[in-house]
């Protein structure tokens, strides 16, 4: 393998690395998302942006305690 096979690799990695982090917060999950980015590449990348962030919003219900 050459220089430049070598050093295309690890930038495939690390981006796969910094969208796996990204992908964390979106309801496609860090695998898929890191998945998508190292076998498609800038196509996965879209996939993840386009993504939805998860909701964190929380609702707390008092039912059924009665103390």
Do not use: P
């Not at 393998?1 to 992908?23: P, Q």
């Not at 998508?36 to 962030?53: E, N």
């Not at 998860?54 to 305690?65: A, L």
């Amino acid at each position: 393998m050459n220089e430049g096979a070598i050093l295309g690799f690890f930038l495939r990695i690390l981006l796969t690395g910094i969208f796996y982090s990204v992908g964390k917060k979106r309801n496609i999950g860090g695998g898929w998302a890191a998945t998508l980015v190292f076998f498609l590449g800038l196509i996965g990348m879209i996939i993840v942006w386009c993504s939805k962030k998860k909701d964190k919003s929380v609702e707390f219900t008092d039912e059924g305690n009665d103390i």
